[in-house]
């Protein structure tokens, strides 16, 4: 992957930039284990993060939903990552799959889980709740919409808050598979309609 955006040194950060910077690696994020590394060794923000220096007001901004929709939402861990992952391999997001990966083994997604998902594929999931999930993620991402039964299953699997909080994952992981491409040169393949469906 060529990074076309210089990334800054904590030292290098005017204040509005430092406060995205504290953030990013001073808030949920930081806490507890971590599946991946926030910062490079030398404290230079990895992944997205680094291109929401850019524009500190909208920097902000956007890691706030990031919080709000990993930590705050009535989405299991699991459905979390399951979704994720779905937005990731849509995409073709190497940064978001690898770091959401890790995330997923540590909230128990297993091996022939993460193939299917990386392969564009619905995993062979028991719970119901998360097949609702995963496919209502696919369908998002690949057409934007959702079909009568999809929105009914959804509604009835996860509420209506937990539907809304769906939409904005997928929207957001969209945005960062997005701005990846432009901002970290992140090579990537052409969406693919996947076996979710």
């Known amino acids: ?8 040194l904590p030292g290098e ?15 949920p994020r930081a806490a507890g284990p971590q599946a991946f590394a926030l910062t490079d060794d030398e404290g230079v923000l990895r992944g997205p ?30 459905v979390r990552e399951l979704a994720i992952l779905t937005v990731a391999a849509h995409w073709g997001s190497a940064f978001e799959r ?12 297993t091996d022939p889980e993460l193939s299917a998902l990386r392969a564009g594929l619905l995993p062979d999931l028991h719970d119901p709740a998360e097949q609702v999930a995963v496919r209502a993620a696919a369908a998002l ?3 934007g919409a959702l079909s009568d039964q999809e ?3 959804a509604v009835a699997a996860w509420g209506e808050r937990g539907l809304f909080e769906l939409t904005t994952l997928v929207g957001y992981y969209a945005l960062l598979a997005l701005q990846l491409r432009v901002f970290a040169g992140e ?8 076996g979710t469906s």
């Open 98 to 109: 690898e770091a959401h990966e890790a995330v997923g083994r540590v909230c128990g997604l």
């Open 49 to 78: 993060f680094n291109a929401m220096l850019l524009s500190p007001p909208v920097g902000l901004a956007v890691q706030a939903v990031g919080v709000a929709v990993r930590y705050q939402s009535v989405l299991t861990d699991r």
């Open 187 to 194: 090579h990537h393949t052409l969406p693919t309609e996947s």
């Open 1 to 8: 992957m060529t990074v076309r955006l210089a990334g800054l």
């Open 13 to 27: 950060l005017d204040e509005q930039q430092a406060e995205v910077y504290r953030a990013v690696t001073g808030g």
């Open 151 to 153: 929105y009914y299953d």
């Open 141 to 143: 991402s690949r057409t």
